[in-house]
């Protein structure tokens, strides 16, 4: 069976993550679709959405 990045390929940017299956946390009524990264003093963030098992 192929790994994921193998399928899908692996993305180049956070922003890139949007056409991607991520991994979202959930607790009671909320749902969190946001990633935030750092790096080089910066700060970003994605949205992302993926299945929910």
């Given at each position: 069976?192929?790994?994921?990045?193998?399928?899908?390929?692996?993305?180049?940017?956070?922003?890139?993550?949007?056409?991607?299956?991520?991994?979202?946390?959930?607790?009671n009524?909320?749902?969190?679709?946001?990633?935030?990264?750092?790096?080089?003093?910066?700060?970003?963030?994605?949205?992302?959405?993926?299945k929910?098992?």
């Open positions: 069976m192929p790994m994921y990045l193998e399928k899908f390929g692996e993305p180049k940017t956070p922003s890139a993550l949007a056409e991607h299956n991520c991994l979202c946390l959930g607790h009524d909320k749902y969190f679709s946001q990633w935030t990264f750092e790096g080089l003093g910066k700060q970003t963030s994605a949205a992302v959405s993926g929910r098992w």
